[in-house]
């Protein structure tokens, strides 16, 4: 892997989606090693944000940095090699297996004419053992479960062994346990050294897994820091327009967010 | 590898049963000797065989490898398993250019109407590609536009054969209707030497087909150029299947089918399916003309318009057959 342990930055970032502005001057850094959880209400510009960062949308303003430098002037190839990134409810082709799908994940790491190499076979075989999909590695995509198909595409992104890695709500469509399952496993990586920065909706779930969060309000950067620091009732009431009783996490001694009933 | 080798063995019986089956039937035997040992086999024979029969199969085949690999690019460019190389305005291009040579110029020799077809082809494709650029191409818009210009050039090209002179407009029917009656050597070499370069730089660019074919943001993610690739690959699909067009006149359906009935035995990923799809098409091909020229023999129906009779009924099946499968 690459040293990337300066990470991902952005600098006065601004973004647009056609002419819509989305994201307005945001400037922070993604903490190297640790799982980071983007949250904010819809429409604040999470997926927007997460994806220039990516380098998949060009900033209108600004820049987004990897380890100092500008994404725009790392080659395409090569920035694959360094952050991975896995979009909301990606779509696949008919009939792929989860085998085919995740030797994909090695595309950056070969050449035109270069063959498959034990390299990448091991690297296929860590991805799938890392998210239980081993087994399941001969059955196709369409077959699978909400769970296990993330879970698949979880170990493409693995396959491409980035120092970093971006996800899109990697938890949607999941049910509970399989949101657990998803959220140990990326933070199982950041255990590993990798860097992991992720969309997620669940404030609870968020706040129980991030090592940090980001909070972003109507494009805006509201608060960054540890789940401690950034969630107060004020804030997620301000932000989400949802009152709020924090109560201790019993399994983790963090915030745990209770919604109130509306009178 | 195994299927590999099935599909070879089938090509290789299907050529056998092309240079036997005519309006004169040859015997096995005959073709063998024909074939072996050419200096000894009654002249007849070896006429038949290695001037009507041999290159007309060969073209069948060779045009047929070209459309099912076209449309397997078109299918993994477009991610979308109903696209087929006429969306690139493939044949409506090279029908309205051939049309408009047969009727304008009546004196010119026949050698250019495959020439002006090719261009047609490529000047067609070109189009829909430019007029579906917005910073990049979608592939809804190129299928959108493509329908839209395949619909135009279709109307104008029916136009043009309603008003123009009666035996020229016969005369371009039948090579609209894709044709192999008539093919010589000279456009089998021609068809070999477009086919087997274009061919094997796809088989080379699997991965990117393959990449193409996932979400957008996903190949992106995995540091592939989307809309270079996206060019490079069309480019290569319109080369193909305007060479088809220039050899046979504009074959229909091949495109569609030849990629799926390979899809259903490789699975979709390109490095099996793209040989696979080059097999297909070139067995449906070869046995569409085949059968165009036995059913109602002595009279003869072109390979293009077999492949539609045969092929709808069969796609239809495939398709059912694969709804009910799960």
């Known amino acids: 892997m690459t040293d990337d342990s300066e990470g991902l930055q ?35 510009g999470k997926s927007t944000l997460l994806r220039a960062l990516a380098g998949q949308i060009r900033p209108d303003a600004g820049a987004v940095l990897l380890a100092g430098r500008p994404l725009r002037h790392i080659g395409a190839r090569a920035l694959a090699r360094r952050v991975g990134f896995l979009p909301q409810a990606p779509l696949a082709p008919e009939g792929i297996t989860v085998s085919a799908l995740v030797r994909l994940g090695r595309h950056p790491h070969r050449g035109p004419l270069s063959a498959w190499s034990a390299a990448d076979r091991a690297a296929c075989d860590r991805a799938l053992a890392a998210t239980g999909m081993s087994g399941l590695s001969a059955a196709p995509l369409d077959a699978l479960s909400g769970g296990q198909r993330q879970r698949a595409w979880i170990a493409m992104s693995l396959a491409q062994e980035t120092p970093t890695l971006l996800l899109d709500e990697p938890t949607t469509y999941l049910d509970l346990a399989h949101q657990i399952d998803v959220l140990e496993t990326l933070h199982a990586m950041t255990r590993q050294g990798r860097t992991v920065l992720a969309v997620l909706h669940d404030l609870q779930l968020a706040a129980r897994y991030a090592d940090r969060l980001i909070l972003l309000h109507e494009g805006r950067l509201k608060a960054e820091g ?24 019993p399994e983790t001694g963090r915030p745990l967010p209770i919604p109130r009933r509306r009178a | 590898m195994k299927h590999l080798l ?67 690019i078109t299918q993994a460019v477009m991610r979308n398993p109903l696209a087929e190389p006429g969306l690139l305005g493939i044949n409506g291009g090279a029908a309205l250019a051939a049309l408009a040579i047969m009727l304008w110029l009546p004196g010119t020799s026949a050698r250019l109407v495959p020439a002006a077809a090719l261009l047609g082809a490529l000047a067609a494709a070109t189009a829909i590609y430019a007029l579906s650029w917005r910073g990049g191409i979608g592939p809804q818009r190129v299928i959108l536009i493509g329908l839209g210009c395949g ?9 043009l054969s309603a008003f123009g002179e009666v035996t020229a407009v016969q005369r371009a029917m039948l090579w609209l209707s894709g044709s192999f009656t008539g093919s010589g050597w000279r456009a089998v070499l021609g068809m070999a030497l477009t086919l087997v370069p274009l061919l094997a730089l796809t088989w080379i660019l699997a991965r990117v087909l393959d990449l193409l074919a996932m979400d957008e943001a996903v190949a992106r993610g995995l540091g592939l150029r ?8 069309v480019a290569i699909g319109a080369l193909l299947c305007g060479a088809s067009v220039a050899a046979a006149g504009p074959v229909g359906f091949i495109g569609l089918m030849a990629p799926h009935l390979a899809r259903r035995i490789t699975g979709p990923t390109h490095a099996a399916l793209i040989p696979a799809a080059a097999l297909a098409g070139a067995l449906l091909l070869l046995l569409a003309d085949v059968a165009g020229q ?18 709808a009924p ?13």
């Open chain 1, 10 to 44: 952005t600098r006065h970032l601004v973004l647009s989606y056609g002419r819509r502005r989305v994201i307005e001057d945001v400037s922070l850094s993604v903490e190297p090693g640790r799982l980071t959880i983007i949250l904010g209400p819809n429409g604040c």
């Open chain 1, 226 to 249: 540890t789940p401690a620091e950034v969630l107060t009732a004020a804030r997620v009431e301000d932000v989400f327009g949802l009152p709020v009783r924090l109560l201790d996490d």
């Open chain 2, 314 to 326: 069969f796609f239809a099946w495939l398709m059912w057959k694969g709804r009910h499968d799960g």
């Open chain 2, 151 to 159: 619909a135009l050039m279709g109307a104008v090209t029916s136009f």
């Open chain 2, 226 to 233: 989307v809309q270079a690739a996206r060019a490079a690959m």
């Open chain 2, 294 to 311: 036995n059913v109602i023999a002595p009279n003869a129906i072109p390979a293009g318009i077999m492949a539609a009779l045969m092929g």
């Open chain 2, 6 to 72: 099935t599909g070879l063995a089938c090509l290789g019986a299907a050529l056998f049963l092309a240079t036997a089956l005519g309006e004169q039937p040859i015997p096995p035997r005959a073709v063998m000797a024909a074939l072996l040992h050419p200096s000894e086999a009654p002249g007849q024979h070896v006429f038949i065989i290695h001037t009507l029969r041999l290159p007309r199969a060969l073209l069948a085949a060779l045009v047929g490898a070209a459309l099912g690999v076209g449309g397997t």
